[in-house]
């Protein structure tokens, strides 16, 4: 088992950028992949970014999250990071970290990792 625990979310105004923490515990050996979606309330949970724990491939982000958001991690720290600038109101929501030992993926059915989400709120 794999345990998530997100942190770094709150409360900002538009433009204001936050960045988000994953500790990731549980296994010795780091996941394969790990990833943020975020639920807007009213809307299904979607993809925002994804990467390597390796780092060894390119990330993987959604056309919204382009030039804004940046996902990274730290091996030492078994932490994964989602950096967000130029927030918007449209990017309130609870952000979630997942994680895999298989492939990345923008699926959520393909992560069987979930953090249990921090909430991030963007005023305009």
């Known amino acids: 088992q794999v345990q998530l625990v997100e942190s770094g979310g709150g409360l900002v105004q538009a433009g204001d950028s936050l960045r988000l923490s994953c500790v990731a515990s549980?296994?010795?050996?780091?996941?394969?992949?790990v990833a943020w979606f975020r639920q807007i309330p009213g809307k299904e949970r979607e993809f925002v970014a994804a990467?390597?724990?390796?780092?060894?491939?390119?990330?993987n982000y959604a056309d919204f999250a382009k030039d804004r958001f940046t996902i990274s991690r730290d091996n030492a720290q078994n932490t994964a990071y989602l950096r967000m600038n130029s927030l918007k109101p449209d990017d309130t929501g609870v952000y979630y970290c997942?994680?895999?030992?298989?492939?990345?993926?923008?699926?959520?059915?393909?992560?069987?990792?979930w953090g249990q989400g921090t909430q991030v709120t963007v005023s305009s």
């Open positions: 549980g296994r010795t050996y780091s996941p394969y992949a």
């Open positions: 990467r390597s724990w390796s780092g060894g491939s390119t990330p």
């Open positions: 997942a994680a895999t030992y298989s492939h990345i993926s923008t699926s959520t059915s393909a992560y069987p990792y």
